[in-house]
Nanobody
């Protein structure tokens, strides 16, 4: 069992930066593939970024590639999403997700076992 809790969201002007944190509890966090998703009002939840249980691979949605960076520190049971050059269209509730399966980089929300409660990111123009 893994419990996830996001933090770090807020209001920022276009072009600014935010760093989201996903604090995890549970012994199996270090074996979980991690991902970030987001959901804007009236839209479906969409994939943002993912990485495997160990450092060494990342994948991103085209809309955030080059601006966002996913990382993790298994010793601290924490995953991160560094967001730079933010745009108004990045406004959404951001969720971290974890999966104990062997594969990583999955882009469908139903493929993840554990979810946080989300943190709001608002980018003003």
């Amino acid at each position: 069992q893994v419990q996830l809790a996001e933090s770090g969201g807020g209001l920022v002007q276009a072009g600014g930066s935010l760093r989201l944190l996903c604090a995890a509890s549970g012994r199996t966090f270090g074996r979980c593939a991690m991902a970030w998703f987001r959901q804007a009002p009236g839209k479906e939840r969409e994939f943002v970024a993912a990485m495997p249980w160990s450092v060494g691979g990342t994948t991103y949605a085209d809309s955030v590639k080059g601006r966002f960076t996913i990382s993790r520190d298994n010793a601290k049971n924490t995953a991160y999403l560094q967001m730079n050059s933010l745009k108004p269209e990045d406004t959404a509730v951001y969720y971290c997700a974890a999966d104990l399966g062997a594969a990583w980089g999955k882009r469908n929300s139903y493929e993840y076992d554990y979810w946080g409660q989300g943190t709001q990111v608002t980018v003003s123009s």
